[in-house]
């Protein structure tokens, strides 16, 4: 599943912009006074201005075998978070590695690695491993609901874990991060999880607002 195009909420542009283009050095698309927009290999992130938002949880697909460069290069621009004390997350079970940190809305950005995809390179780590947006996180109190409803915009996989408290739909190139925010919490912050608003473009095209799918006037 292809995720080309992901927009968030912010309050706090002018340092979001300063963080992403500045300390994390992602290209600049496009900036004015409403919003800006980054590359991410073949996804693009823009943050909108806006007086309300809430914290998201995203992902950022890099190069399969390059966890180890990404920490290191992470490490000199701002702090992890660990994940059970640990600075990468080990998720055999998706054959995949992963870390995380705050951008300056707190919102959690996850790089990870994954070895299905088999991204093969030599060069040092830089923006040139930012790969896609590989996941984003819909909040909601009932999951079943959330998949019905991509259903009907397109036919989606599970590709790990249950409607009760967490689902991930899609494939190893873009998930869907189903979660009951009444049964689990954020990984790898054991945060709460709040219901934030965001659009979508690439396979699925939709806005998430006030925690329903809206498909129309995108």
């Known amino acids: 599943m292809q995720i ?9 542009l002018e ?6 283009t500045q300390v994390l050095e992602f290209p600049l ?7 800006f927009t980054v590359k991410l290999g073949v996804s693009s992130l823009t943050f909108v201005k ?14 399969s075998y390059k966890i180890q460069q990404a920490l290191q290069w992470i490490q000199k621009r701002t702090d992890i978070l660990l994940c059970d004390n640990e600075t990468i997350a080990d998720f055999s079970g998706w054959n995949a590695e992963a870390l995380y940190f705050y951008d300056k809305d707190r919102n959690i950005v996850e790089f990870i690695a994954r070895k299905d995809l088999d991204v093969v390179n030599t060069h040092p780590f830089s923006t040139a491993d930012l790969l896609s947006i ?17 259903n009907k915009l397109r036919p989606i996989e599970i590709y790990d874990g249950s409607f ?9 190139e ?6 009951n925010k009444n049964k689990k919490k954020w990984f790898p912050t054991n ?17 998430y607002i006030n925690g329903s799918i809206v498909t129309e006037k995108l």
């Open 29 to 35: 698309i496009a900036a004015d006074v409403e919003k």
């Open 164 to 172: 009760d408290r967490f689902c991930a739909l899609g494939n190893a």
């Open 174 to 179: 873009g998930l869907f991060i189903l979660v």
């Open 15 to 20: 340092a979001q912009q300063y963080f992403y």
């Open 191 to 207: 945060e709460e999880a709040f219901i934030a608003d965001f659009r979508i473009k690439g396979d699925y095209n939709f806005a």
């Open 4 to 12: 080309n195009e992901l927009t968030l909420f912010t309050t706090n």
């Open 50 to 63: 806006s007086n309300h938002s809430q914290q998201a949880h995203f992902a950022i697909n890099i190069s």
């Open 134 to 150: 590989s996941e984003i996180g819909i909040v909601s109190t009932d999951n079943k609901s959330i998949y019905d409803e991509l």
